[in-house]
């Protein structure tokens, strides 16, 4: 890309983010979904466990990391059905904008209107299942190094299966498996900072950082050759 074509692929990644933050905005009933969702799995869990408040802390981070996982993959199939359906997916595809930029805009989008709030919300969650308090700081960071994975994967996943039948299961066990290695350490850092071992929770987080980064870049290559495949 040359000096002077950098400026409009930078504007038109603007625009598009722009855009579609204007559009779930317009259409909160999704966020509220998934937030909805991740309230009712996360409220579910003591009801069924029972009173025990040791057990619910102990298994806490696992809960509210799973739930965050399945409730930020309600959102995911998504990313790209709606430009499917009015068209604006093919004028993104002979845009200025290459697709590895489109695929970075949704990414993008989806991780500031559903994976974020996801974020702000497992805290006060984590209130109703014991956890320890001093795991909190640990809880918040381990979402924000590992959310964005969950939207690059998921980004994956949404092209694989656009306009597929049956797409929102196809989706599913396509991306699930991949989430492990973010869902492994996510766990890992915060059992770590419940345990009272702050130097534990240092290589998750890092690992997870790493993850995030290896999954946004792969993503935005992987994506944008699915959403060519679709576009033609």
């Given at each position: 890309?040359?000096?002077?074509?950098?400026?409009?692929?930078?504007?038109?990644?603007?625009?598009?983010?722009?855009?579609?933050?204007?559009?779930?905005?317009?259409?909160?009933?999704?966020?509220?979904?998934?937030?909805?969702?991740?309230?009712?799995?996360?409220?579910?869990?003591p009801l069924g466990l029972g009173p025990d408040l040791d057990l619910l802390a102990r298994i806490a981070?696992?809960?509210?990391?799973?739930?965050?996982?399945?409730?930020?993959?309600?959102?995911?199939?998504?990313?790209?059905?709606?430009?499917?359906?009015?068209?604006?997916?093919?004028?993104?595809?002979?845009?200025?904008?290459?697709?590895?930029?489109?695929?970075?805009?949704?990414?993008?989008?989806?991780?500031?209107?559903?994976?974020?709030?996801?974020?702000?919300?497992?805290?006060?969650?984590?209130?109703?299942?014991?956890?320890?308090?001093?795991?909190?700081?640990?809880?918040?960071?381990?979402?924000?190094?590992?959310?964005?994975?969950?939207?690059?994967?998921?980004?994956?996943?949404?092209?694989?299966?656009?306009?597929?039948?049956?797409?929102?299961?196809?989706?599913?066990?396509?991306?699930?498996?991949?989430?492990i290695p973010t869902l492994i350490f996510g766990i890992s850092a915060v059992t770590g900072a419940t345990?009272?071992?702050?130097?534990?929770?240092?290589?998750?987080?890092?690992?997870?950082?790493?993850?995030?980064?290896?999954?946004?870049?792969?993503?935005?290559?992987?994506?944008?050759?699915?959403?060519?495949?679709?576009?033609?």
């Amino acid at each position: 890309m040359n000096a002077a074509s950098a400026p409009t692929a930078g504007s038109a990644f603007l625009a598009l983010v722009r855009r579609d933050l204007k559009l779930a905005t317009r259409d909160s009933g999704s966020a509220g979904t998934v937030l909805g969702f991740y309230l009712i799995v996360v409220t579910l869990m003591p009801l069924g466990l029972g009173p025990d408040l040791d057990l619910l802390a102990r298994i806490a981070p696992g809960i509210l990391w799973i739930a965050l996982l399945l409730a930020a993959l309600l959102a995911t199939a998504r990313m790209f059905e709606g430009d499917a359906e009015d068209g604006s997916l093919d004028v993104l595809a002979v845009s200025g904008l290459p697709l590895q930029g489109v695929a970075l805009a949704k990414i993008l989008v989806h991780w500031l209107t559903i994976a974020l709030p996801l974020v702000v919300a497992a805290p006060l969650l984590g209130l109703l299942l014991n956890l320890d308090i001093r795991a909190f700081g640990v809880l918040t960071g381990s979402m924000l190094l590992g959310t964005p994975a969950i939207s690059a994967i998921g980004a994956i996943g949404a092209a694989l299966t656009l306009n597929a039948r049956k797409g929102g299961l196809l989706l599913a066990l396509l991306v699930l498996p991949l989430y492990i290695p973010t869902l492994i350490f996510g766990i890992s850092a915060v059992t770590g900072a419940t345990g009272g071992m702050p130097g534990a929770t240092t290589a998750p987080l890092l690992i997870l950082a790493a993850v995030s980064l290896g999954s946004i870049v792969l993503s935005a290559w992987a994506t944008a050759a699915a959403l060519a495949a679709q576009a033609r």
